[in-house]
């Protein structure tokens, strides 16, 4: 698995034993090297924008600019700590809709 994913044999037993969580750029590797999300959302707006950034392998900041939005307001809908405008949803929506909506399946 490790040579797989392009990391250590040590990282993968750390993230295994639950001592380390795995970068978001490994994330979708996971994903797809298991078949499934080994954390799928919870059903949430707000869990399945963070299932799916994970799995595009982004970072919130990344993530961020490829809406057209702030770090901030990306880590706030994460957290559902943000009213959503109708033009943010369209792009949030959109992004789930194009990228299998963070439902624990890998995306194509």
Do not use: N
């Amino acid at each position: 698995m490790a040579e797989a994913l392009g990391v250590r044999a040590e990282t993968v037993g750390l993230w295994e034993a639950g001592l380390a969580r795995p970068l978001p750029k490994y994330y979708g590797r996971i994903v797809r090297f298991l078949g499934y999300d080994p954390e799928p959302a919870d059903g949430t707006l707000a869990g399945r924008l963070k299932a799916v950034r994970l799995r595009l392998g982004l970072t919130q900041e990344l993530l961020a600019a490829r809406l057209g939005l702030d770090e901030g307001t990306v880590s706030d809908l994460e957290r559902d700590r943000r009213r959503i405008s109708p033009k943010v949803a369209r792009a949030v929506e959109r992004l789930l809709r194009e990228h299998g909506g963070g439902d624990g399946r890998p995306s194509p």
